[in-house]
Nanobody, 121 residues
Framework: QMQLVESGGGMVQTGGSLRLSCTASGRTFGTVNMGWFRQAPGKEREFVAA????????TYADSAKGRFTISRDNAKNTMYLHMDSLVPEDTAVYYC??????????????WGQGTQVTVSS
């Protein structure tokens, strides 16, 4: 089973940008659809974005469309989430996880420890 490590979080002001990374161990990363989820304090974990195993298909939550870009580099076993125009509502712990189903929105497998994103107003 893949081990996932998220990084790149931090504190930014409204309108700022961050790039999150998700690095996987093991040889199966390049064969699995992957997604980003987030969990804000007091809220349930929610879907943010996902990318197919080859990178050719992406899908986003409405809140992420036009501001976030998901990508992956299978040679580096790494997935990215570039976030622009951040707002305080984006404050959350961000996680990566496999999303193997056809909708690419249902997580399956182990979660990493997450990376904290804090957006100040």
């Amino acid at each position: 089973q893949m081990q996932l490590v998220e990084s790149g979080g931090g504190m930014v002001q409204t309108g700022g940008s961050l790039r999150l990374s998700c690095t996987a161990s093991g040889r199966t990363f390049g064969t699995v659809n992957m997604g980003w989820f987030r969990q804000a304090p007091g809220k349930e974990r929610e879907f943010v974005a996902a990318i197919s195993w080859g990178g050719g298909t992406t899908t986003y939550a409405d809140s992420a469309k036009g501001r976030f870009t998901i990508s992956r580099d299978n040679a580096k076993n790494t997935m990215y989430l570039h976030m622009d125009s951040l707002v305080p509502e984006d404050t959350a712990v961000y996680y990566c996880v496999p999303v193997p189903g056809p909708t690419m929105r249902t997580p399956s497998g182990s979660w990493g420890q997450g990376t904290q994103v804090t957006v100040s107003s």
